[in-house]
């Protein structure tokens, strides 16, 4: 599947990951996914692949960026929008 998530609210993802969660533990089933999506990357059990730096490689889900990033933005929205209004007006005087 290539980013299933795209059109899928946070509660559409939770109910495709336990889709995903029972199609994989049938054993008859192999499920490779392209996600952004921190929510898909904590399904039980799945080998996640980085392609950052233009290889494959195993990470862990908190090593991946789009964990990072939700992460951080859920626990302190303010530094997120800090430096995200600092870029604009940076932008701005260019």
Known sequence: MDEPEAALSPQRQLTLLARMARLGASG???????????????LPGATILSSDGGHLA???????????????????PARYWKHLLRDDEAAEEE
Do not use: F, W
């Open 28 to 42: 008859k089933v192999q499920i490779i996914v392209a996600t952004h999506s921190a929510i898909l990357l904590t």
């Open 58 to 76: 195993q990470v862990r889900l908190e090593d991946t960026s789009h964990y990072q990033i939700t992460r951080g933005i859920l626990e302190s």
